[in-house]
C-alpha cells in the first residue's frame, strides 16, 4: 500500500516482518520448562492486562456489530437525497449534518462500515491464506521451488501498490458502465490480495525455514510422516504466530487501502457506501463544509488505529524478548 | 563482491521481465478500441487505423508485441503515444517532480523518523518513549489522502502559511508540505524499526563488551550500537524510495503536482498503454535498483556479512 498510501500494507509488514519472525525460534525454547501453558496461552495472559489490548478490542467489536446490524444504530436509508439540506452542518435532526447531495452523513457513515470491513476482512484472509500456502511450501521444499516461488512473488512487490490497483481495476471495470456492488467489493478485494500476498509469503516463509529445522521436524520425519503432515500438523501450527500479527496491522491497512482507492474513484462505487467513497465525495466541498471530509475520516482512522492497536498489542504478546 | 553483483543483476531480469509483462498485458488487454473517438465525430479512416495497428503491432499476438515493445525499450525508445508525442518526452517533463517529490518525503521521513526512534530507543520507556509510540500509531491509521486534505486546509486555506496547490515548475520549499504527506506513513515505521532495532542491541553482547573495555559511551553508541541498529531502517528507507515515487499518485492528485502520478492516470483512462508501460517499467527499476543498492550496504554496515 505507499502507498500510500501507497503501499500501506507493504510498509505496514516491514516493521511486523522484522520482528516477529523471529519470535518462533526464540519461544520454543522458553516455554518448556515453567509453565505448562503454551505461546498462545501466556500471549492471551499478557494481553488481558494491556490496556491498548482492552481498548482495541472494545472499538473492533464495536466496529464489528455496527457492520453487523446498521439497522438498529439509524432508520434513515443512507441513499436517501434532499437537495434541500445539502451541506447543513450537525444537528439533532441527523447528528453528522447532510452531504453534498442531502444525504445524511451519520446514517452513510454507519452503512459504510459494512463494505468497508468487508473488503478488509476478506482481503486480509485471501492474502494470508494464498501468502501462508506459498511460503510454507517455499520454506518447506527449498532449494529451486523456494528459489521459483521467491522470484514470483517479486514480480508482485515490484509493483507499486496504488498504481498496480489501479491498473488492474481499470482493466477489469472497462467493459462495465455500472457494475453491480457484489462485483465491485470482489474486484477491489482481488486487487487488494494479488499485490499484498508477498508480504505474507514472505513472512511465512521465513518462519517455515526456521520452523523446518527444529528437532521436532526431525523427529516426524525420521518417524516417517508425510509431507502434508509435517506441513500441516507440525509446522503450521509453530509458523502461525507471525502471520497471524501481521494479518491484524494488514487489516487495518487494507480498509485504508479501500478508502484510497475508492477515493481515487476506481474502487467502491455507488450504490455501494464506504468510508473512502464518502471522503472522496467530499474533496470538492472542503474548505466550505468541512464536516463532509471529518466525519467519515474520523471513523476510518478510529478503526483502522483499532487494528493496527491490537496487531502492535498481540505482537509484543508474543515476542519473548521484551519480556 | 563481483560475483555476488553479477548474481543479483542476473536475477533481476526475470523479476524485471516479469513485472513489465504483467502490466503490458493488463493495459494491452483493455477492452475496447484505442481509437474510438480519436478522430471527432466521423471516426478515423480506415488508412489510418491500420497505420497505427500496424506501428504499435496492434496485429501480432500481445506476447510478440511485448518482446517488441522490449526490444525497442533496451535500446532507449519509449515509443510514442497516439498523437505522437514521444513518450521518452513525457517522462521527461514528469519526472523530475515526482523524484524531487519523493526525495524530500524521504529526507523528511529519515530526519524526524530517525530522530523520533533515537531518542526514544536510547532513552527507554517513559513519557517521550509513549508520545512517540502513540503518535505513530495514529499516524499509520491516518490514509495519505486525508493527511493531505487536513494539511492543505489548516496550513494552506485556514492559516495560510502555505499555497494549497503547488506550481508547475514546484520549488524545493513548495515541496516539503506534500513530501511530509508522502512520507508521513513511512516516517512513523522508521521511528518505530529505530527505537526497536536500538532496543534490542542495547544489550546485545558486543556493546557490553564495548562498554566493558572502557570505550567512552558516545563512541559505543555511534560506532557500534548505531551502526548495526540501522541495517533494518536502511533496508526500509532504500526500499520506501521506489514505494513513495509509486505512491506520489494520490498526494499529486490533492496538491495538484505535476508529476508522473497525474500522467499515469490520464493515460489509464484514455488507454495509452504505451506511456503506462513506460512509466511502471521506469519505476519498477528504481525498486529493483534501490533494493540492490540496500543489500550491498549490509556489507559496509554489518562487519559480519561478506559477500564473496
Redesign the interface.
Given at each position: 500500500?505507499?502507498?500510500?498510501?501507497?503501499?500501506?500494507h507493504?510498509?505496514?509488514v516491514?516493521?511486523a516482518a522484522?520482528?516477529a519472525t523471529a519470535e518462533v525460534v526464540q519461544s520454543a525454547p522458553t516455554k518448556k520448562n515453567e509453565k505448562p501453558r503454551g505461546l498462545w496461552g501466556d500471549a492471551w495472559l499478557d494481553l488481558r492486562r494491556r490496556p491498548l489490548f482492552i481498548i482495541a478490542s472494545a472499538i473492533i467489536l464495536v466496529v464489528l456489530f455496527v457492520a453487523a446490524f446498521p439497522g438498529l444504530f439509524t432508520s434513515v436509508d443512507p441513499n436517501v437525497q434532499d437537495l434541500y439540506k445539502a451541506r447543513d452542518l450537525p444537528s439533532a435532526d441527523a447528528w453528522f449534518g447532510y452531504d453534498n447531495l442531502g444525504r445524511d452523513l451519520w446514517s452513510r457513515a454507519i452503512y459504510g462500515t459494512r463494505a468497508s470491513i468487508v473488503v478488509g476482512l476478506l482481503a486480509t484472509l485471501l492474502t494470508v491464506l494464498l501468502g501462508s500456502v506459498v511460503g510454507l511450501l517455499a520454506g518447506y521444499y527449498g532449494g529451486w521451488v523456494d528459489n521459483v516461488l521467491s522470484?514470483?512473488s517479486?514480480?508482485?512487490l515490484?509493483?507499486?501498490?496504488?498504481?498496480?490497483a489501479?491498473?488492474?481495476l481499470?482493466?477489469f471495470n472497462?467493459?462495465v458502465a455500472v457494475p453491480s456492488g457484489a462485483r465491485v467489493i470482489t474486484q477491489v478485494v482481488l486487487s487488494i490480495a494479488v499485490l499484498s500476498w508477498p508480504m505474507a509469503m514472505r513472512i511465512m516463509r521465513s518462519a517455515a525455514i526456521s520452523a523446518k529445522q527444529q528437532d521436532y521436524v526431525k523427529a516426524a520425519r525420521a518417524l516417517g510422516a508425510s509431507a502434508p503432515r509435517i506441513i500441516l500438523r507440525h509446522m503450521l501450527p509453530n509458523c502461525l504466530a507471525p502471520v497471524m500479527v501481521y494479518s491484524t496491522i494488514a487489516l487495518?491497512?487494507f480498509i485504508?487501502a479501500e478508502?484510497?482507492l475508492s477515493?481515487?474513484g476506481i474502487g467502491l462505487r455507488f450504490p455501494v457506501v464506504s468510508w473512502?467513497l464518502m471522503?472522496a465525495d467530499s474533496?470538492n466541498y472542503?474548505?466550505g463544509a468541512?464536516h463532509l471530509?471529518l466525519f467519515p475520516?474520523g471513523f476510518?482512522?478510529?478503526t483502522?488505529?483499532a487494528f493496527?492497536?491490537l496487531g502492535?498489542a498481540v505482537r509484543d504478546a508474543l515476542d519473548p524478548?521484551q519480556k | 563482491m563481483g560475483r555476488y553483483l553479477l548474481r543479483r543483476l542476473l536475477q533481476l531480469i526475470p523479476v524485471f521481465i516479469g513485472t513489465t509483462l504483467i502490466i503490458y498485458l493488463l493495459v494491452w488487454a483493455l477492452p475496447g478500441d484505442p481509437f474510438a473517438g480519436k478522430c471527432g465525430d466521423r471516426g478515423c479512416p480506415p488508412t489510418y487505423i491500420a497505420e497505427m495497428r500496424e506501428k504499435y503491432n496492434l496485429d501480432d499476438p500481445l506476447i510478440v508485441q511485448y518482446f517488441k515493445y522490449l526490444g525497442k525499450l533496451l535500446t532507449g525508445d519509449f515509443g510514442e503515444t497516439y498523437a505522437g508525442i514521444k513518450v521518452g518526452e513525457l517522462i521527461q517533463n514528469a519526472y523530475p517532480t515526482t523524484i524531487k517529490l519523493a526525495v524530500v518525503a524521504l529526507i523528511i521521513e529519515a530526519l524526524i523518523g530517525l530522530a523520533a526512534g533515537i531518542l526514544t530507543g536510547l532513552r527507554g520507556r517513559g513519557f517521550l518513549d509513549n508520545l512517540v509510540l502513540v503518535s505513530t500509531l495514529f499516524l499509520i491509521s491516518l490514509p495519505v489522502f486525508v493527511t493531505g486534505f487536513l494539511l492543505q486546509i489548516v496550513l494552506g486555506v485556514q492559516l495560510d502559511i502555505i499555497k494549497p496547490t503547488v506550481s508547475s515548475e514546484p520549488s524545493i520549499g513548495e515541496l516539503i508540505v506534500p513530501g511530509f504527506v508522502l512520507g508521513s506513513l513511512s516516517m512513523a515505521y522508521v521511528a518505530r524499526l529505530t527505537r526497536t532495532s536500538l532496543m534490542e542491541n542495547r544489550r546485545a553482547d558486543y556493546v557490553r563488551t564495548a562498554t566493558a573495555k572502557g570505550l567512552e559511551p558516545r563512541r559505543v553508541i555511534g560506532v557500534h550500537l548505531l551502526r548495526n541498529s540501522m541495517i533494518p531502517v536502511i533496508t526500509f528507507l532504500g526500499t520506501d524510495l521506489g514505494a513513495l515515487m509509486g505512491g506520489a499518485i494520490v498526494t499529486e492528485g490533492v496538491f495538484n503536482i505535476r508529476g508522473i502520478g497525474g500522467l499515469i492516470y490520464k493515460s489509464i483512462l484514455t488507454k495509452e498503454g504505451t506511456t503506462v508501460t513506460g512509466i511502471v517499467t521506469l519505476l519498477v527499476l528504481v525498486y529493483l535498483l534501490m533494493n540492490l543498492l540496500v543489500d550491498l550496504l549490509y556489507a559496509v554496515l554489518d562487519p559480519r556479512i561478506r559477500y564473496d
Open positions: 500500500m505507499t502507498e500510500p498510501a501507497d503501499s500501506p507493504r510498509v505496514a516491514a516493521s522484522g520482528e522470484r514470483f517479486e514480480i508482485f515490484g509493483l507499486p501498490f496504488v498504481l498496480g489501479i491498473v488492474i481499470t482493466t472497462a467493459g487495518g491497512a485504508g478508502a484510497t477515493f481515487l473512502g471522503i474533496r472542503i474548505q468541512p471530509l475520516a476510518l482512522v478510529i483502522v488505529l493496527v492497536m502492535d524478548k | -
